[in-house]
């Protein structure tokens, strides 16, 4: 099932530089000054970032020596149960000495296989490619086609990173792989991992790769090459694949029936299972006089990706996240209670929140990223406006103790919210637009002559 195309398969002598191991940890150092509570996670040795790098330089030569001379293996993980977006995650963490290795590898390696994607994948690409490039994609399609109904399939990996078969992860690593070279034990090490449980335990995983290291991300995305190999041969359609999100567009009825068919085949074929709650068989449209085909429902929208395209190409927020920026203010509010307790003054409470605002969007640089994302591509201004109202009542009601009323903008305007600093979510989206923001999504970038980028999205 797994074709890749490569003139010679890669060699560990051939891909490893002492240069690289450095710029790895180079790298792995700078999270510590926008991330620090990430430098301070510790694997099953308890050691942090700065404790790696407190002894960095004699740390990097003695790994340099034990991975030329092929000592180095991976040890087990520790596993870190998180919750993102109201979901339960695994997050396997290594030493710091086997992440520096791991980044490594993950940046070697992608470099050299970034020829074998097809353009249509987007996540843990070497360089030119991300969320924003696979989104426009979509976008375009959509408003290119605007007078048409468009068919959509989409289909996503059912709890993806666990449930890789390791026999399909094994016919990855022996396609770009010399076989019994280094390189191939390295990587081997991912498939086969292991981790110590809560009582010490250690498990060596069955299937799935580590959730959590950049070389799983690569391993993963290689599994998934089948999908693309099958789905880009079709004309007058969008394909796009982010990670395990795949969403195929079209306006001709028979290729998204071949399509669907072909989904499910890949899926059986490569043992993976599709998300149930995922799975879309449909057709955007807004016109009335259409007639549903068999296996086919009609949709006002489609999300993807955080965000909800509707027919024509108006692009808005999902309900779900519509609520979750409402949240991230309300979490940044609670945080000012000691301070709004303090004083009684309509002005200074307000102005106390007006700051605990724009801090949120200025300073916490994970959630900034994931809201300049959707400000980015989101063209529905109205509702926009509505988020605006939204946190202007949401202020005045905290600071006047009375709830959501619209009485409180008599007491104290909306000129006097934006006097004191109220933020704007439509004028923050202008200056996006306008390049008067500089705006990444959560990326490890290497600055050197190629530039590469691992970006995760917030499902």
């Known amino acids: 099932m797994i074709h890749i195309s490569l003139s010679e398969k890669l060699k560990f002598d051939e891909i490893y530089q002492r240069e690289a191991l450095y710029r790895s940890a180079l790298n792995l150092y700078t999270k510590s000054l926008f991330c620090r509570n990430k430098a301070r996670t510790t694997s099953w040795d308890g050691k942090t970032l700065y404790d790696f790098a407190?002894?960095?330089?004699?740390?990097?030569?003695?790994?340099?020596?034990?991975?030329?001379?092929?000592?180095?293996?991976?040890?087990?993980?520790?596993p870190l149960k998180i919750i993102r977006n109201e979901k339960e995650r695994i997050v396997y963490i290594w030493p710091w000495?086997?992440?520096?290795?791991?980044?490594?590898?993950?940046?070697?390696?992608?470099?050299r296989l970034d020829h074998c994607f097809s353009p249509s994948v987007y996540a843990f690409r070497w360089h030119g490619y991300g969320v924003d490039q696979c989104q426009n994609k979509v976008k375009r399609f959509i408003c290119r086609h605007s007078d048409k109904p468009i068919y959509v399939i989409k289909r996503d990996v059912a709890n993806c990173f666990p449930s890789i078969p390791h026999e399909l992860l094994k016919e990855v690593v022996a396609s770009i792989t010399v076989k019994d070279d280094y390189l191939e034990k390295l990587l081997l090490d991912h498939v086969s991992y292991s981790y110590f449980q809560d009582d010490g335990e250690l498990i060596t995983a069955d299937s799935g790769v580590p959730f959590g290291a950049p070389t799983a991300c690569l391993l993963a995305n290689l599994?998934?090459?089948?999908?693309?190999?099958?789905?880009?041969?079709?004309?007058?359609?969008?394909?796009?694949?982010?990670?395990?999100?795949?969403?195929?567009?079209?306006?001709?009825?028979?290729?998204?029936?071949?399509?669907a068919e072909k989904f499910d085949t890949i899926f059986e074929q490569l043992g993976l299972v599709s998300k149930a709650s995922a799975a879309v068989n449909g057709i955007l449209?807004?016109?009335?006089?259409?007639?549903?085909?068999?296996g086919f429902t009609v949709l006002s929208?489609?999300?993807?990706?955080?965000?909800?395209?509707?027919?024509?190409?108006?692009?808005?927020?999902?309900?779900?996240?519509?609520?979750?920026?409402?949240?991230?203010?309300?979490?940044?509010?609670a945080k000012c209670k000691r301070r709004l307790q303090k004083t009684s003054e309509v002005k200074k409470r307000v102005t106390i929140l007006c700051h605990a605002a724009n801090y949120m969007l200025e300073k916490t640089q994970s959630q900034i990223a994931i809201i300049d994302y959707y400000l980015k591509h989101i063209n529905d201004v109205k509702q926009l406006q509505l988020l605006d109202?939204?946190?202007?009542?949401?202020?005045?009601?905290?600071?006047?103790?009375?709830?959501?009323?619209?009485?409180?903008?008599?007491?104290?305007?909306?000129?006097?919210?934006?006097?004191?600093?109220?933020?704007?979510?439509?004028?923050?989206?202008?200056?996006?637009?306008?390049?008067?923001?500089?705006?990444?999504?959560?990326?490890?970038?290497?600055?050197?002559?190629?530039?590469?980028?691992?970006?995760?999205?917030?499902?």
């Open 54 to 78: 407190g002894n960095g330089t004699k740390e990097l030569d003695m790994l340099h020596k034990a991975v030329v001379n092929r000592k180095f293996s991976f040890s087990p993980a520790k």
């Open 97 to 111: 000495r086997e992440r520096v290795v791991d980044l490594m590898l993950y940046q070697q390696l992608n470099q």
């Open 223 to 259: 599994a998934l090459k089948p999908f693309d190999d099958a789905l880009t041969v079709f004309p007058e359609s969008c394909y796009s694949r982010y990670a395990d999100d795949m969403l195929f567009l079209t306006v001709n009825s028979e290729f998204a029936k071949v399509a």
């Open 285 to 294: 449209t807004d016109l009335e006089d259409v007639t549903p085909e068999p």
């Open 301 to 333: 929208g489609q999300k993807h990706l955080g965000l909800y395209f509707k027919p024509g190409g108006t692009v808005s927020l999902a309900l779900d996240k519509q609520r979750k920026i409402c949240n991230l203010f309300r979490k940044a509010f």
């Open 389 to 459: 109202r939204w946190l202007a009542e949401e202020v005045l009601s905290i600071a006047l103790n009375t709830g959501h009323k619209k009485g409180n903008f008599a007491k104290f305007s909306f000129q006097k919210l934006r006097e004191a600093g109220l933020p704007s979510l439509v004028h923050r989206r202008n200056l996006l637009l306008h390049g008067h923001i500089e705006s990444s999504f959560l990326r490890w970038k290497m600055h050197n002559r190629s530039d590469q980028s691992l970006t995760v999205i917030p499902k």
